[in-house]
């Protein structure tokens, strides 16, 4: 049956035809405004969020927020109405269209704060505050959010501890958004300390200008190797991303997880690491804090690995000695954006559908190698994150990947593809902001962590 669209050359007078799609539509809208749900244009799932739906990659994201200041919930409910609510993906439920082989859309709805905002009544005086927001968070890994709401919810403990007055903990369904989508939009609340009109900044590299020379053929011939070698190292790692998904697997250690770890609660421990000590050795080192990181990182596996396989041996001082199995083979899933711009945006930016930066689970993968074992100095750990982190930057690894992981979506399913996950771990850099910001009241600041997967 032909529809009005396709009758432009006919004339104006004519109607639109009722079909008995627009009429179902059309009953749709009036149930869902019966039902408190407002009508607006239905979207469906990406793959990617609906993967994070299956039984074995059911993430969820945990964001801890520290304030210097006591919270105050009604001022943070007061607030939430005009910033965070205004995304539609957090004032939207996940249902399933039953019209389209029971594939989940998202519809929107009336948003009940009371049901998402969640302050608990604590006691006065508590012995241990950091091993009590440990227990509340593993508490929180234990459950899931009712799927009849939208996918979040903000625990408000005016609990101080160490590092904070009072500590706010999101949890939020990773089908919500990518690590760097959410991290925006949290960021997007927030204010500058000196300027509460002024959203955070986040450094950015300056591009370097164009300086015309002369030398114009060695930059070509410059051009030409550096296309080589890129080309070059994207094939080894595709080739390696294929190989580790069909039979490549990290050698059996210590982090490798059980079968059915993923439904286990997680205990999520945290330390603070002061910075200014991780920008004394980047400047000293002429590395990236990402840099430094990642060596801190493996300096703290290998000796954790080192530990593990010294408690089963009886020999005195085993715990000193390099029990490290030979040639162990341990990789990280790096995560990367793959949206052009990587800066903090307006809420209301972020919310428009033709935005540069569209909103969702837009990621690519990278393997990423840890160098486990013994250094006599601990700044060869740094060199070795050095060397591996920029070998990454020039492959095109992250966009393939992403491309083969949509194509695993449309050949095998979802359920297929969810255990194409091959890691022990999964590492993610989020670039910090460069100043203090206050959020409804309050000096904060956050780190991320996640639960559902046996990466997490």
């Known amino acids: ?59 969820y994201v945990i964001a801890i927020m520290g304030c210097k200041t006591r919270i105050f919930p009604d001022v943070v409910k007061a607030n939430l109405g005009h910033t965070l609510l205004r995304h539609p993906r957090f004032s939207s439920l996940q249902v399933m269209d039953e019209r389209n082989k029971g594939e989940m859309k998202w519809v929107r709805t009336e948003v009940d704060l009371e049901k998402h905002i969640i302050v608990p009544q604590l006691e006065p005086n508590i012995e241990s505050p ?54 925006s939009l949290l960021l997007a609340c927030t204010r500058q300390t000196k300027d509460p009109l002024a959203l955070p900044t986040i450094p950015i590299k300056k591009k370097q200008e164009k300086k015309d020379d002369d030398r114009w053929f060695w930059r070509i011939i410059f051009m030409f190797c550096s296309f080589l070698q890129v080309f070059r190292n994207t094939v080894v790692d595709v080739f390696l991303f294929i190989a580790t998904t069909l039979f490549l697997n990290d050698t059996q250690n210590p982090l490798k997880g059980l079968p059915g770890a993923e439904f286990n609660p997680r205990r999520i421990v945290y330390r603070t690491v002061s910075l200014d000590d991780i920008k004394l050795v980047k400047n000293a080192m002429k590395t990236t804090i990402n840099d430094v990181a990642l060596g801190i990182t493996q300096a703290g596996l290998s000796r954790y690995i080192n530990r593990i396989y010294g408690e089963d041996k009886k020999d005195a001082g085993t715990m000193e000695k390099d029990n490290l199995p030979k040639k162990i083979r341990l990789r ?19 919310m428009e559908k033709d935005a540069e930066a569209k909103w969702g689970n837009r990621i690519g993968y990278v393997l990423l190698p840890f160098t486990i074992g013994l250094r006599d100095d601990p700044l060869d750990y740094v060199r070795d994150a050095k060397a591996t982190i920029d ?59 996640c639960f559902g997967s046996r990466e997490c």
Not at 143 to 161: A, E, F, M, V
Not at 425 to 443: H, M, T
Request: net charge neutral; with cysteine; hydrophobic share 35%.
């Open 130 to 183: 950091q091993r009590f927001l440990e227990d509340y968070i593993y508490n929180l890994s234990k459950t899931g959010i009712d799927k009849s709401q939208p996918l979040w919810d903000l625990h408000l403990l005016n609990l101080r501890t160490s590092d904070s007055e009072a500590v706010g903990v999101f949890r939020i369904h990773h089908s919500l958004g990518d690590g760097a989508s959410l991290m």
């Open 391 to 449: 070998r990454k930057k020039h492959s095109f690894e992250a966009l393939f990947t992403f491309s083969i992981a949509e194509l695993a979506f449309k050949l095998f399913g979802l359920k297929t593809a969810s255990e194409f996950w091959f890691t022990e771990l999964a590492f993610k850099q989020v670039d910090e902001p460069s100043i203090w910001r206050c959020g409804y009241g309050g000096n904060n600041r956050e780190s991320g962590k």
């Open 332 to 350: 990280s899933s790096l995560l990367i954006n793959l949206r052009p711009s990587a800066g903090i945006q307006a809420l209301a930016d972020m």
């Open 1 to 59: 049956m032909e529809c009005s669209k396709g009758l432009k050359w006919r004339k104006q007078s004519l109607k639109p035809i009722e079909t008995t799609t627009s009429l179902a539509s059309r009953r749709e809208v009036e149930e869902d405004s019966k039902n408190g749900q407002k009508p607006a244009e239905e979207e469906p799932l990406s793959p990617s969020a609906r993967l994070f739906h299956e039984p074995t990659f059911n993430v």
